[in-house]
């Protein structure tokens, strides 16, 4: 293990991936800290803080969104990135607002979530920073976002495109089209 390779605390409540995603860091030679809640993980970061945090958005108990405050007052050089199956707009903006530096979707493997670190490296297929200052760098794209919260929300419909429109408020023709479209690059 190198001692210049920053540590990271790697917060999921689904102890196969957050076992999974710890091995696959170690791997490459990091000095990881699990924990299975908020809680856990901020026991963790007072015992011994990290400079880069994976924090899950949906735990039991505090939301990962509340685990980014916690870290970053507890540290505020710790880098925090946020992982999420649930994807969606306002949980991006506020991710970012509370001071993390990167908000990625689930499935992602190691060398995404590495590269979401870095500020200098986009995704594969991402497009360039915002040149708005209000837009922290890496954030996924609005149109990427809508998508997924288009596919979630028709998911959760059961694939019943006319409940999914109605709960969106949108005219069925209208979701038909955006869900015919490729996915968005990040």
Request: proline share 7%; hydrophobic share 40%; glycine share 6%.
């Amino acid at each position: 293990m190198s001692a210049d390779l920053p540590t990271f605390l790697v917060v999921d409540d689904d102890a196969a991936f957050r076992d999974r995603l710890a091995r696959a860091l170690q791997r490459r030679g990091y000095v990881v800290t699990t924990a299975a809640d908020a809680d856990e993980a901020v026991e963790r970061a007072r015992h011994d803080s990290p400079e880069r945090a994976i924090v899950d958005l949906r735990m039991p108990g505090r939301s990962g969104l509340e685990l980014v405050s916690a870290l970053l007052e507890i540290d505020p050089g710790t880098r925090v990135l946020v992982l999420t199956g649930y994807g969606s707009i306002p949980t991006a903006v506020e991710a970012i607002q509370r001071g993390a530096c990167n908000y990625l979707q689930k499935p992602a493997d190691a060398d995404q979530i590495l590269a979401a670190f870095e500020p200098g490296n986009r995704l594969e297929g991402e497009p360039p920073a915002s040149t708005d200052p209000e837009i922290a760098e890496g954030t996924p794209s609005l149109a990427r976002v809508e998508w997924e919260h288009l596919q979630r929300v028709l998911h959760d419909c059961g694939g019943n495109i006319s409940e999914a429109a109605r709960r969106l408020g949108m005219h069925r023709r209208s979701l038909q089209r955006k869900l015919w479209k490729n996915p968005p690059s990040a």
